[in-house]
């Protein structure tokens, strides 16, 4: 795999990881109260499950994006690493000859 590639790859992760930020942010305005529900729903903890609903989707989908995040910059240290092994051996070589 050549180095590039690592690098188009760590773009794609970001931008995976951008959209589920903006999802997150999405779900965070999200909001129904006791009014939205029927007072039966309300008096059975519709509200609160929804609340704790919300509250879990937000959770997965920042911690999503920080995972994506992490494999991004992992690809891109690797491909740090691939550039300076390759700028090594080069300067090797030409000390050789």
Known sequence: MSIGKLREDAAVWD???????????????L?????????IGDQIGL???????QDRL??????GSH???TIAMSL???ADGYERDEADGVH???NIY
Request: charge should be negative.
């Open 15 to 29: 931008d995976a990881g951008d959209i589920m930020r903006d999802a997150a942010q999405v779900a965070a305005r």
């Open 31 to 39: 909001e129904l109260a006791a009014l939205h529900f029927s007072y």
């Open 47 to 53: 509200v609160d499950v929804y609340q704790q609903l």
């Open 58 to 63: 937000i959770r997965l989908l920042t911690e």
């Open 67 to 69: 995972t994506f995040e």
């Open 76 to 78: 891109r240290h690797a």
């Open 92 to 94: 090797r070589l030409n």
